[in-house]
């Protein structure tokens, strides 16, 4: 590993040569951070020479802070991101299916993280597997994508018949949508953990971030042909 | 409540009205018991007058001494279930699905007690939703039954996606069937309890006595029409 | 399956034929939906021809949202739930217990949504097994029944007694009433999914429209003879 | 506290005294001994002056060992206990009712115990609350004793419907008998910390010694009248 | 079982005959009742001939309506516990101990509890065992009194230390005070029910009623000398 | 969808056509199968004109009816795989680290389970993090590969490593090796699941069969540029 | 022991010789206790002859509350911990690592701690195993600490990492940090229980104060060399 | 850090230079792996000029292959550990606790660990918090040693109580002894982490291996006073 420069800012180290080595910069993650922390962040990465500095999980007051240090910063309300820069020109081609509405801003959040990694989002939402039918509507869409990533609380059904239809890889997202027994995500996140149908990978429940970045990474090795 | 007979073994008190209080008889559960133990509750149950008793959760030594003391009990060792006397005709018709070849003996302890019950049981098994054609296809069956029993395990998907087809109710079984986040059961059990699909109940985990009974409810209620 | 229509609003996707197809219409689970959302929903599938459109889990602003759009749009308050158009004539005879005051909403989910499925419910209220004479004291009301909604929480040990004393099914609802190590309803979930008892049936916790939609189909079952 | 003796064996320190400090003597807790330590464990406390020595959960080789060791001693063999010395006379009443066979064998450890805290026991068994009438029917036995001992697995809830019988306490001992939801346990306990009935208290999964002790101190608190 | 009353409210259905039947009157939980609730049950127990109505977990909006409509009664606001009537004389000597300060409100409710059943509650605060010799200089309270409550969160290793002591029983109350793997109480709870010393019993986390019930019985048992 | 095969074999409904709709055929999945079961299902897949079948957690008493059945059936004992046909050419690269030397069974499966699918392994194992100067050695092996599998049990810590060093994703696989609070691959899981940088995807537990497949999948995506 | 004095204020009885019998004084855990008892625990461990007594997890109205009382008290806001007295000049030299921005709360309780018992606390925060070279970069540090401090939530992996990289001791501290499979600090919790490395040993998840402690005791062990 | 050599076996790579860098050398974890794979390990180890290697958690299998290796390794056959090659010349004193006698096992794996690290042990077993003089008793001894490390299963309650007496620090080590509650070590751990005492730190459950290190150095931190 040559040598990786990081940014010091008292609270925070920023890692930033981390897009070169991974692929992907370093992105600030607002919870749990004040306002201030946030766009001081952003304002490292920037000046560290980043042309995209984004940051996930913003509330209002750091969505405040972030678009009046910055004007034309673009705020991604359900998503609940900011970016300040240049978003990069999209290629490929990624299906992001939802269970139900209310999985909506984790969705936001992989397309919004699919944007920011300069690769095309599809949505499609409200597809659960309680009328199958409409699985089997957006069986087109799901050949024509790169890869397919499913978002799904309260059972977690969808990614097991998806990645049953399909030859390409589904990413699965479980939420925290639903009561009781579907206990924060944990109903969700064992049923895809146990999904029958191979082809089937999971992140953490409610981690769109997470599952963007993975999306666009397999989406543009159709881009890196075998030498 | 009229006053109930109760037939006294030392170890056991027999339920020996639950029948006719009830619509099931006592059913002995083997697990837990000595061979001794069966066959004494067995011969209590027929004693105080029920022309068939049966057990579940035989094993080899309970089922030698049942068949050694009843020549003509009937051993179904599939379902692990003991039947002395006679099985009533069966009436109805309660479609039994399973995901998996895996899920094969909770099925049959499910389709025994229906037989005990009195009520005809049809199999289908391994129709998983990893190949959700496989569910289509027995979309007839499933409209021609009086009720479903879906007997999964693993991600315990495929009662959604049953219930979502018809208004036929839904008896789920989730099984211990699968390993690590399958924790023995739990995962099919949540995924089935949070199940989107309305029209779908749940029995505790291999519990294909409690579906069978449920089932033969159902089926029989259509037999009962109201004044 | 025929061809099935699907109401696309963008954020959603109505399916609409799911009366038709499963007897229970598409019901608007207002929970993590705005109110924009939920009556947009709503009036989609009345525009689809629903006679009635509903939904549970509604919100005060919910509430306040459709009965501004729809004037005569009932508003059950204690079950959370709001209805568009007109419900059924009701047939049947669903019995509702609970254990205790605190379960009251519960049942009232389910009572509304019996109601919507034109079937009768009559509730019995406190008749928690501290007092087992009280269950004893119902015994003609289950008998009389259709089918049995019991709604419990803390100890969820209701489901065990009733379906011990009748022929009747039992649904079982566990409520996240209680506090310590009822674990917002999981003791008395794995209570009822254990039942000693056959004939008990589970539904997610705090799934009143779960239960209300299973025990109607049961009551409705009487309805249909075998042929 | 006064000065306290131990006995010092090396891989143990047996506390000779507790007998007289606790009203209970140090048992012999035989699983993860040797038989050759649970031997030299009872010779300590016999050889510092106890009139009884016990210990619980012996398997069959320590109980060879120790009977070999004092030839009078007494195996009780379904309570897996095995005792060197006088039982005391007898004395109070205390029922110990188990719901199910299949938990006889902590229902025998609370009797062993009781005995050898010198408190009769009276057993009676199965009377799980899926007949009803079975638990109204030992009403008068309830009644007559110093305080009841439920033993129950699987759903847990005889001590919630005896604790509303009666004025007596309930000691409520979760057994690990049951499968699936069950957890080994877990159900029953939960189910018996949550009972909706007061006078309820709950020792650990399948301790019968434990209840054995309690029970006894609460049985002998009659014997100690307030002066 | 002779004939028991039971008064109907609608919402709720009183056990007017339970103080007869198991010693202790049924007592209104008010979390999960409205004010108005609260109050139509304690005048229910009233009029139907208690001499002392109680209520438990009452907030301060209940706690208003309550002693605005009598305004004799007594709160308890530590406790969280309003009384209607007269308190009676209290008997024996119950020692109530905290482990820390923050579990002040549960041994509250405990004393409280006594206090209604006619019992006479000591109270000693923060005695944890991080400091055992704060623990020994309380056993001269521990051997005269009747039986020992102890309330404690976090570890929950004092009943084990206390139950070391003294042939008294323990009745151990675990609290959901501490944080992280505190569990809300489960850390506690897990402690006691797996004490190494005989003669402790566990209620639910947070019960102080139930262990107030409890320890009452016990010590009254002393009153009812054996004939 | 075009119209899919199924093969019956009574016991099974093999989903011939799965390999054409997803790119993998349907693999026999022996544990919970007789051998005779699984050499069925072996049979019926190569009848409708498999190249190659093959079965995943096969034991012994399988593995010898396989390979009598068919002599020159490849048995790869390590991987518990076994293989009739003819294994496909390999491309592509992928790397597949263990943590330590106990994960090597899973990390056999995912090398059997690409060899069967196409896909070239290479396997270095033992880089756990307690000696992170092993995981910088293998950055160049890292760096040439089409994708990493990381399989690792304990505290399973080594995806987060990898993934911060790469721009290749990472499909992680946590194993059952460890004890105690690893709690049979639950720690590893979790700690996997919440993997601080991004591009780390999770199988279930012991999975090494989903591992390869998805592997494989992304492998050969570079083979499929973007028209 | 010797005699131990015990200041009683009623709700709390303070341990004042604590801190000569163990090291460290009794502290006040402010959490669950009202401004006045705070402030009174502290009048009381002062008037016992403390040089220095302080309070953690205080809230903004027990910090106005102390300092208003003690007009010189110093207050370390981002710790949430006051001070009342004199904190002892510093020796030694423990390094705290934080693996996040998010993670800077506990690691300032660590901090302030530390100075408390008198021992100097060097911060580097945001060292995250997501760039393993920050990791590697202070190394030099690490070496020249007494003991190292690690605080990280999510993930938990850096102290594995650091662990094998040195000889000192790790003492870890897992934080609530994340969401999701964190599960309120559950995930690195077990990881850290897990870690593949040994010289970790880890408190309570946020348990800023106990690790403090622990620290400063071995930092302060290389003042008492060996006789 | 500077170069840091491997030793490679193929199915494992030996991290040789540890001891230098960690103070520890790599111990062979012998659970999971072949008597050959222990075997092959040890002979790295030494070959690349260690004075001494071992293998923990070793079974009878692997003892005789080592043993039959090395004819005069030495077997701790309680610890389940194996030396071969010349144990250090200890220093200081560490005192190793054990609550019962079947924690025995457990303590002597810490003892074999401090004997390999060159650290005088001294157990005390079986003092148990049932009988606090016992933990008096040696009050003498925990002041005397450097570092105390306790060893509990069931409660776990010891170390709250020591770390209660000391100055000392305290390294708790949960078991799996109990039953039922006690759930394989989880109450031990959950209280040892919540312990109301500072100055315990934790690590995982049965891992007397971690406990020896980690009291090791905190041992030998003695011997390297600061400078």
Redesign the interface.
């Known amino acids: 590993?040559t040598?990786?420069r990081?940014a010091h800012l008292?609270?925070?180290?920023l890692?930033v040569d981390?897009a070169q080595?991974?692929?992907?910069p370093?992105?600030v993650?607002a919870?749990?951070?004040t306002p201030e922390?946030t766009v001081a962040?952003l304002a490292g990465l920037l000046d560290a020479g980043a042309p995209l500095a984004w940051a996930t999980r913003v509330d209002d007051a750091t969505a405040a802070a972030v678009t009046s240090r910055w004007p034309d910063a673009v705020l991604d309300a359900d998503a609940r991101c900011v970016f300040v820069g240049e978003l990069p020109e999209p290629?490929?081609d990624v299906l992001v299916l939802t269970?139900?509405?209310?999985d909506?801003p984790v969705a936001a959040e992989v397309a919004a993280t699919l944007a920011a990694c300069g690769v095309r989002a599809r949505r499609?939402?409200?597809?659960?597997?309680?009328?199958?039918?409409?699985?089997?509507?957006v069986?087109p869409d799901i050949a024509a994508a790169?890869v397919v990533v499913v978002v799904a609380g309260?059972?977690?059904?969808l990614p097991?018949?998806v990645?049953?239809?399909?030859?390409?890889?589904v990413?699965a997202v479980?939420t925290?949508?639903?009561?009781?027994?579907?206990?924060?995500?944990?109903?969700?996140?064992?049923?895809?953990?146990?999904?029958?149908?191979?082809?089937?990978?999971?992140?953490?429940?409610?981690?769109g971030?997470?599952a963007g970045?993975?999306a666009a990474?397999?989406a543009r090795?159709?881009?890196?042909?075998?030498p």
């Open positions: 590993m040598a990786q990081t008292g609270f925070a180290r890692d981390r080595r991974t692929g992907t370093e992105v993650y919870a749990g951070k922390q962040c290629v490929g269970a139900g509405t209310s909506g499609v939402d409200d597809v659960g597997v309680a009328g199958v039918h409409r699985v089997l509507e069986a790169d309260m059972d977690g059904a097991s018949v990645a049953g239809l399909t030859d390409r890889l990413v479980p925290s949508v639903g009561y009781g027994a579907a206990f924060e995500g944990l109903a969700a996140l064992l049923t895809m953990l146990t999904a029958c149908a191979p082809g089937v990978m999971v992140v953490n429940i409610d981690n971030f997470g970045v993975a990474r397999i090795s159709r881009d890196t042909p075998r």
